[in-house]
């Protein structure tokens, strides 16, 4: 973990390609992605931004990684600009530079209309580095209770004061990322399909579990011979708690099948499917 330090921003503000305003302006967004590229050896001396990705968790801290072609230079930074409230300006700007040959800082600063300040130091608001990986966590809080935000980034070589080059990714406009608890239900039910048996020409039990946070799944169960598909059972939704299920269904013929459970939420989501042999003697 590196200690978090103020640092004075050479420059100023920092403008997007042509969009020039008080703060950094977004000219696009791609929507959806939690993983994002840009091109290789474009920086021009710069630190090369190669990829980000952003993942976040059930309590809404979001993790965003950013990975250069190799280790920042003497005095070269990383500046990671948030628009939180997808206004098509940043509001919050995370960075890592390195200030001598072993030691990387790190600042987050807010953008209130008129200038940049460092934020209040948060519990929840870290850097960490891994060879060329650059990390910052941060809660929806720390930035404002955004559900989700735009970002776009920023790496600098410098000589003396001035900025000898600059890498920008993506190279056109910006990236995006949305908080899953903002998406609705995303969580994919589970199903696991047991082993059964019974005897032919009577009803025997498919036996089954599946679960889902919702409390409620609609299953579906597909029986083959072999690869031939000889029937499907398809229920509704119903509640569920995890346990174990059956489903009745009757063979004329002796012989091992193969039955297997998915499980479909209201929100869509669907299981894998499990698998399990039915013999019927």
């Not at 200690?3 to 921003?9: D, E, G, I």
């Not at 929840?124 to 580095?129: D, G, I, M």
């Amino acid at each position: 973990m590196n200690q978090r330090k103020k640092r004075y921003r050479r420059g100023g503000t920092v403008a997007l390609a042509a969009c020039i305003g008080a703060a950094v302006v977004i000219c696009s967004a791609a929507l959806g992605a939690t993983s994002f590229s840009d091109p290789a050896g474009d920086a021009g001396g710069a630190p090369d931004v190669t990829s980000a990705t952003v993942t976040d968790d059930a309590v809404g801290l979001a993790t965003l990684s950013v990975t250069i072609a190799a280790d920042l230079a003497l005095d070269d930074d990383i500046d990671v600009y948030v628009d939180s409230n997808k206004d098509d300006e940043a509001e919050y700007y995370f960075e890592a530079y390195r200030d001598t040959a072993t030691h990387v800082g790190w600042d987050v600063e807010h953008y209130d209309g008129k200038g940049w300040t460092t934020t209040p130091d948060s519990p929840t608001e870290t850097f960490s580095r891994s060879g060329n990986v650059y990390t910052w966590t941060f809660s929806q809080a720390d930035i404002g209770g955004s559900t989700g935000f735009n970002f776009w980034i920023f790496t600098h070589h410098y000589v003396g004061e001035a900025v000898a080059a600059r890498d920008q990714g993506p190279d056109d406009g910006g990236w995006s990322f949305v908080y899953a608890k903002s998406k609705g239900d995303v969580q994919v039910p589970t199903s696991h399909a047991l082993a059964s048996h019974g005897r032919a020409g009577k009803p025997l039990h498919l036996r089954f579990s599946v679960n889902d946070d919702s409390g409620s799944v609609a299953t579906s169960i597909v029986i083959y011979k072999g690869t031939k598909r000889v029937t499907t059972k398809a229920y509704g939704i119903q509640k569920v708690d995890g346990g174990n299920y059956w489903a009745p269904w009757t063979s004329a013929r002796r012989g091992t099948y193969k039955f297997c459970v998915t499980a479909k939420d209201k929100a869509g989501n669907v299981s894998k499917p499990s698998c399990a042999t039915v013999t019927v003697s």
